[in-house]
């Protein structure tokens, strides 16, 4: 057996380098868990990830604890790991979050706006441009306390109520977040319905308007299979910023209505396999997202999980 | 809800208008399960994906039954699915089993070759070259009887015993199964671990040793979840060949040593997404693939399949 070799690494041409993963599971992952997580264990399980070589490991939510109970903890959670040796954003929905969360000496956060009105009402109770407009006072008092803020897009190819959104609208809102004064954008797959020409037309258009890739990420969800595909049709077209969670956690993949994230483990595969430097250790993630499992008590849904946790040499029948 | 409208189509520049699906759920993914469907099933299953628009299914194989008892009952299977409207390949390991596919009137046929030792040993009882020898007569009669063959080359990627395969040992073997006579090829990624860049890099290769791209299909493997990417990565150089399995059949996706082929239903969902015409009824496609797993008594594991027969605007959190 002498899988370990592989993937093979085989660069292509034309992409990056280097590719920045933000690690979103330990709050895109377990906001979305039935069960509430122990503080301690979120705590180990974001230091971990650190340890696996994440550099952006998203932690916690100020988000009212009344929304988001599986993060009611976030401040007891985030004076445990502020020896982590890695970025450690928040979400913060206003400015009571805000304040909350740099009282506690964050200076990484991140907002989060939608493309389409059904979604902003549905998750915000405001219109886009109400909800833009909440953001306002919360970026600007962040960089005044020369913080670093990310811009949440979600909906961004389409919308479970509203269907395709169309490009146009996703530049729109892009526009204003960079003008309120945002450092970067996660640019949302929501509901997973994304597929390659639609992620190039978007990036393309973004650029036509004069918002620079470099501050661009993409957040894909893989509920028709498809998060892996688009994300190379973005590295092809130079984005560096690549959402992901550790095990694929974020929506149960084993429920019939399926939203879950990208896994972290497939995305740094296909990174490996392109020759692309994330700085991760692929068998301490692993291990990771395993021992997070077990706390779940289930297992996880990431392919190259399974596949790398499994024999991979046995039962190979022909073709 | 209206997500029927989903995904959006947005073509990319430069891909193929047209890809040819290669179905291969009632051979590759029925060899590949514990129990053996009986015969009237795997009929009804290929008249259902003939009839979601699958111009192309394989329908079983003439290896000896004491290796693939799952597919003993080829002599059965052929003539219950003779008025099918569709390309109904087979596979044929040797002359004998030729000759049993030619007495029930099939002419389109395929090979299976190896592009390693160890694989082909170990699924053929046979080196490379004794294998090619082999094929010769068998492709050389099949033409003479006026048959298309196909010729199936696994490992063309890595080996489970061998680790990463240099591009050039499967360019030698793609050469030697176009010099005896093949009309098309099938490089198998059949322990899953290709990425993107190698997937260019030995599609290059081939160009550069003559062997037309219009010959070649590609046969990804899920294990790793880089399938479809890796699928992506062939239409933008050209391939118009796509082998998938309704459904993911083929090896179990639940259990640890997944080699789960590409679910035939994602890569229609990426197709239709980029505006490529396939000829397939996605919603008759996933009928199919859920009464198929009905029968087999558990669900699919395409993320597609799981996500359409779901309800897909529930439970959608922010980001």
Same mark, same amino acid.
């Not at 007891?76 to 304040?99: I, K, M, Q, S, W």
């Not at 833009?132 to 919308?159: I, N, Q, T």
């Not at 893989?222 to 190379?232: E, I, M, P, S, V």
């Given at each position: 057996?002498?899988?370990?070799?592989?993937?093979?690494?085989?660069?292509?041409?034309?992409? #990056?380098?280097?590719?920045?993963?933000?690690?979103?599971? #330990?709050?895109? !992952?377990?906001?979305?868990?039935?069960?509430?997580?122990?503080?301690?264990?979120?705590?180990?399980?974001?230091?971990?990830?650190?340890?696996?070589?994440?550099?952006?490991?998203?932690?916690?939510?100020?988000?009212?604890?009344?929304?988001?109970?599986?993060?009611?903890?976030?401040?007891?959670?985030?004076?445990?790991?502020?020896?982590? #040796?890695?970025?450690?954003?928040?979400?913060?929905?206003?400015?009571?979050?805000?304040?909350?969360?740099?009282?506690?000496?964050?200076?990484?956060?991140?907002?989060?706006?939608?493309?389409?009105?059904?979604?902003?009402?549905?998750?915000?109770?405001?219109?886009?441009?109400?909800?833009?407009?909440?953001?306002?006072?919360?970026?600007?008092? $962040?960089?005044?306390?020369?913080?670093?803020?990310?811009?949440?897009?979600?909906?961004?190819?389409?919308?479970?109520?509203?269907?395709?959104?169309?490009?146009?609208?996703?530049?729109?809102?892009?526009?204003?977040?960079?003008?309120?004064?945002?450092?970067?954008?996660?640019?949302?797959?929501?509901? /997973?319905? $994304?597929?390659? !020409?639609?992620?190039?037309?978007?990036? *393309?258009?973004?650029?036509?308007? !004069?918002?620079?890739?470099?501050?661009?990420?993409?957040?894909?969800?893989?509920?028709?299979?498809?998060?892996?595909?688009? *994300?190379?049709?973005?590295?092809?077209?130079?984005?560096?910023?690549?959402?992901?969670?550790?095990?694929?956690?974020?929506?149960?993949?084993?429920?019939?209505? $399926?939203?879950?994230?990208?896994?972290?483990?497939?995305?740094?595969?296909?990174?490996?396999?392109?020759?692309?430097?994330?700085?991760?250790?692929?068998?301490?993630?692993?291990?990771?997202?395993?021992?997070?499992?077990?706390?779940?008590?289930?297992?996880?849904?990431?392919?190259?999980?399974?596949?790398?946790? /499994?024999?991979?040499?046995?039962?190979?029948?022909?073709?």
């Amino acid at each position: 057996m002498s899988t370990d070799a592989l993937p093979m690494t085989v660069p292509a041409p034309g992409l #990056p380098a280097r590719v920045r993963i933000h690690e979103v599971g #330990p709050r895109d !992952g377990l906001q979305n868990e039935a069960a509430t997580v122990p503080t301690e264990v979120k705590a180990e399980f974001i230091r971990r990830l650190a340890g696996a070589g994440l550099a952006t490991v998203e932690a916690t939510s100020f988000v009212h604890p009344r929304w988001v109970p599986q993060l009611a903890d976030a401040e007891a959670l985030f004076p445990l790991v502020a020896d982590v #040796p890695a970025e450690l954003p928040v979400l913060v929905p206003n400015e009571r979050g805000l304040e909350r969360a740099l009282a506690l000496g964050a200076r990484r956060v991140a907002v989060f706006a939608s493309a389409t009105e059904s979604f902003a009402q549905a998750n915000l109770n405001r219109s886009v441009d109400g909800a833009l407009a909440m953001f306002e006072p919360v970026v600007a008092c $962040a960089k005044e306390a020369g913080g670093h803020v990310r811009g949440y897009l979600s909906m961004c190819f389409g919308d479970p109520w509203e269907g395709p959104v169309p490009v146009d609208r996703v530049v729109r809102v892009c526009r204003a977040l960079v003008d309120l004064g945002c450092d970067e954008l996660s640019l949302g797959d929501t509901i /997973g319905v $994304a597929t390659p !020409g639609h992620v190039r037309a978007l990036l *393309t258009a973004l650029e036509d308007a !004069g918002i620079a890739t470099g501050v661009l990420g993409v957040h894909f969800h893989d509920t028709y299979g498809q998060a892996l595909a688009n *994300t190379l049709a973005a590295l092809e077209h130079g984005v560096t910023t690549v959402d992901a969670s550790a095990g694929g956690l974020g929506g149960c993949p084993y429920a019939k209505s $399926a939203t879950g994230n990208l896994a972290t483990e497939d995305l740094v595969w296909m990174l490996r396999g392109l020759g692309i430097d994330t700085g991760v250790d692929l068998s301490r993630l692993v291990a990771t997202s395993v021992w997070m499992a077990d706390r779940l008590g289930r297992p996880s849904p990431s392919r190259t999980v399974r596949a790398l946790t /499994g024999s991979a040499a046995d039962s190979h029948k022909e073709q």
